[in-house]
């Protein structure tokens, strides 16, 4: 492909996922009485943006798209903030997947996979049943076109099935289909745990101890955004194969 058609593709793409992000932000919040705080499912299109096509595509879209949600819902205060937290969490997860080390076989790639899928099944099982487990309120739609408000209840046992899915599919995920996968889950990882430390150091200098409350809420929105980014992201690199190629 040539360098002038590629940086046709990247700014179109750009223009496109800027776009994804805002609207993924806005569509779906849950309400979460335990904390008095919301996520969203922003982060799952910043970490796909991001790890198909690398670090400045992911920083500009993650960064602009989160920051025209929150003004476009209301949340002028946290513009500037999200600006730069979520570029920066967009660069990171571009960044870092395309800096896979070099490890001596494949089976310590499989230890590493299974190793970060236990890590990520701990971090659900505790934060699902110690903050999202219970009533909860989720409100589906855009601000323009009106929300849609479920109620519902969710239970301890749930998040223990998810936890124990998600630690065994990443397990046999790596063993059986791409031992590497871990890197670009460690990779989320690293860009969610940005976000989550520049919310808090940004809502404790507006709030003071209160930015305690938004810590489990904002690990539960980046686990979100890992838990969908990461299938949908092998979907379309497994149905064009070229774009991995491209912007590797």
Request: hydrophobic share 55%; net charge positive.
């Given at each position: 492909?040539?360098?002038?058609?590629?940086?046709?593709?990247?700014?179109?793409?750009?223009?496109?996922?800027?776009?994804?992000?805002?609207?993924?932000?806005?569509?779906?919040?849950?309400?979460?009485?335990?904390?008095?705080?919301?996520?969203?499912?922003?982060?799952?299109?910043?970490?796909?943006?991001?790890?198909?096509?690398?670090?400045?595509?992911?920083?500009?879209?993650?960064?602009?798209?989160?920051?025209?949600?929150?003004?476009?819902?209301?949340?002028?205060?946290?513009?500037?903030?999200?600006?730069?937290?979520?570029?920066?969490?967009?660069?990171?997860?571009?960044?870092?997947?395309?800096?896979?080390?070099?490890?001596?076989?494949k089976?310590?790639?499989?230890?590493?996979?299974?190793?970060?899928?236990v890590i990520?099944?701990?971090?659900?099982?505790?934060?699902?049943?110690?903050?999202?487990?219970?009533?909860?309120?989720?409100?589906?739609?855009?601000?323009?076109?009106?929300?849609?408000?479920?109620?519902?209840?969710?239970?301890?046992?749930?998040?223990?099935i998810?936890?124990?899915?998600?630690?065994?599919?990443?397990?046999?995920?790596?063993?059986?289909?791409?031992?590497?996968?871990?890197?670009?889950?460690?990779?989320?990882?690293?860009?969610?745990?940005?976000?989550?430390?520049?919310?808090?150091?940004?809502?404790?200098?507006?709030?003071?101890?209160?930015?305690l409350?938004?810590?489990?809420?904002?690990?539960?929105?980046?686990?979100?955004?890992?838990?969908?980014?990461?299938?949908?992201?092998?979907?379309?690199?497994?149905?064009?194969?070229?774009?991995?190629?491209?912007?590797?």
């Amino acid at each position: 492909m040539a360098k002038r058609s590629l940086l046709v593709i990247k700014i179109s793409a750009t223009a496109v996922f800027t776009a994804l992000v805002c609207v993924a932000t806005m569509t779906f919040t849950i309400y979460v009485p335990a904390t008095k705080g919301f996520f969203n499912i922003g982060e799952t299109m910043v970490y796909t943006t991001a790890l198909i096509f690398g670090s400045a595509v992911g920083a500009f879209a993650g960064g602009v798209g989160s920051m025209l949600a929150d003004l476009f819902l209301g949340y002028p205060l946290y513009a500037p903030a999200t600006l730069v937290i979520k570029a920066c969490e967009g660069a990171l997860v571009g960044f870092l997947s395309r800096r896979t080390p070099r490890l001596r076989s494949k089976s310590s790639w499989r230890i590493l996979t299974s190793s970060i899928g236990v890590i990520v099944a701990v971090i659900i099982g505790y934060i699902g049943t110690a903050y999202y487990s219970g009533f909860v309120e989720a409100s589906i739609g855009l601000p323009m076109a009106g929300y849609t408000i479920l109620h519902f209840d969710i239970s301890h046992i749930f998040w223990i099935i998810i936890a124990m899915i998600v630690a065994i599919s990443l397990s046999l995920f790596g063993f059986i289909y791409e031992a590497k996968l871990g890197w670009l889950v460690l990779a989320v990882l690293v860009g969610g745990l940005e976000m989550v430390l520049g919310y808090f150091l940004y809502e404790w200098a507006l709030f003071g101890v209160g930015a305690l409350n938004e810590i489990p809420v904002n690990i539960g929105q980046f686990t979100v955004g890992l838990l969908i980014s990461m299938p949908l992201v092998k979907a379309l690199w497994r149905r064009l194969p070229r774009l991995k190629e491209e912007f590797k």
